[in-house]
T-cell receptor, first 115, second 112 residues
Framework: AQSVTQLGSHVSVSEGALVLLRCNYS??????LFWYVQYPNQGLQLLLK??????LVKGINDFEAEFKKSETSFHLTKPSAHMSDAAEYFC?????????????FGKGTHLIIQP | EAGVAQSPRYKIIEKRQSVAFWCNPI?????LYWYQQILGQGPKLLIQ????????DSQLPKDRFSAERLKGVDSTLKIQPAKLEDSAVYLC??????????FGPGTRLTVL
């Protein structure tokens, strides 16, 4: 069975600083990996996804993530934090098989942006 | 393009009562999912439909939860009877392709 671990339930950075949110996965087969963002009282919005093409994936709002198989990681980065980036971020893994392709999510990381 | 619609947005009930949530997926999306998101945790898949058939309901507490998608479009999730631990946000998602799910705004359930 697959699983996702997000290191750090809360991450605080200053506006304009680098954002780094960590995600490690466990899967016996090559996975598909996703980062979602959730703003208060809203659903989840897809930031980016890895589907076995390029290992460096670019998403919306200047976010990107790099798939590292040797480290079983898929960390999310953004060069310069903006106040509007404050939200909850979820890493998720999908191992498709037999048509069942529900996502397995990590517990989330709350990103705080300091002015 | 309209997104995934869910109603109601908020619901407060007492334990042992029943409750139902409704979801209308994006037009043309054959696959529909229900997730439960307990406060402070990531969403957990409850059930997946492909058209009107169940693909995966391994994590659905079938003694109290039920879901249907009779015409392969909109879906209803029901809890009967509700317990305190069912307090959560219930998210509906739909997809055209397996590797991109679109989520609705969710229904926040509070069980008193």
């Amino acid at each position: 069975a697959q699983s996702v671990t997000q290191l750090g339930s809360h991450v605080s950075v200053s506006e304009g600083a680098l954002v780094l949110l960590r995600c490690n996965y466990s899967s016996s087969v090559p996975p598909y990996l996703f980062w979602y963002v959730q703003y208060p009282n809203q659903g989840l919005q897809l930031l980016l996804k890895y589907t076995s093409a390029a290992t460096l994936v670019k998403g919306i709002n200047d976010f990107e993530a790099e798939f590292k198989k040797s480290e079983t990681s898929f960390h999310l980065t953004k060069p310069s934090a903006h106040m509007s980036d404050a939200a909850e971020y979820f890493c998720a893994v999908l191992v498709s098989g037999g048509g069942a392709d529900g996502l397995t999510f990590g517990k989330g990381t709350h990103l705080i942006i300091q002015p | 393009e309209a997104g995934v619609a869910q109603s109601p947005r908020y619901k407060i009930i007492e334990k042992r009562q029943s409750v139902a949530f409704w979801c209308n997926p994006i037009s043309g999306h054959a696959t529909l999912y229900w997730y439960q998101q307990i406060l402070g945790q990531g969403p957990k898949l409850l059930i997946q439909f492909q058209n009107n058939g169940v693909v995966d309901d391994s994590q659905l507490p079938k003694d109290r939860f039920s879901a249907e998608r009779l015409k392969g479009v909109d879906s209803t999730l029901k809890i009967q009877p509700a317990k305190l631990e069912d307090s959560a946000v219930y998210l509906c998602a739909s997809s055209l392709y397996y590797n991109e799910q679109f989520f609705g705004p969710g229904t926040r359930l509070t069980v008193l």
